[in-house]
Nanobody, 115 residues
Framework: QVQVAESGGGLVQPGGSLRLSCAAS????????MGWYRQFPGKQRELVAQVLSGGRTNYGDSVKGRFTISRDNAKNTVYLQMNSLKPEDTAVYYC?????????WGQGTQVTVSS
């Protein structure tokens, strides 16, 4: 059974930084893509950043230049370094991992940007 374990959320002041981590385990298949989505109240989840197994990255427009995604393939772990955080980044952040046949989500971690 695939498990997706997130960590690193919390409260930070505007302009501050946070790093999210997500470790995936239990799959017989390799993780073709690993990434982060976020969800605002009453809205659908939106892509924050994604990294493919070959290293290609995709970012949501609102985080480009501020957030950086990276991946440790040996540990099946993905990291999201979030800098220059804004109050509008406040959301629940979900880790997502994809194999060739399925899509898995973490339980979510709250990120709050407030003074």
């Amino acid at each position: 059974q695939v498990q997706v374990a997130e960590s690193g959320g919390g409260l930070v002041q505007p302009g501050g930084s946070l790093r999210l981590s997500c470790a995936a385990s239990g799959s017989r298949f390799s993780f073709n893509a690993m990434g982060w989505y976020r969800q605002f109240p009453g809205k659908q989840r939106e892509l924050v950043a994604q990294v493919l197994s070959g290293g290609r990255t995709n970012y949501g427009d609102s985080v480009k230049g501020r957030f950086t995604i990276s991946r440790d393939n040996a540990k099946n772990t993905v990291y999201l370094q979030m800098n220059s955080l804004k109050p509008e980044d406040t959301a629940v952040y979900y880790c997502n991992v994809m194999t060739a046949i399925a899509n898995f989500w973490g339980q979510g971690t709250q990120v709050t940007v407030s003074s």
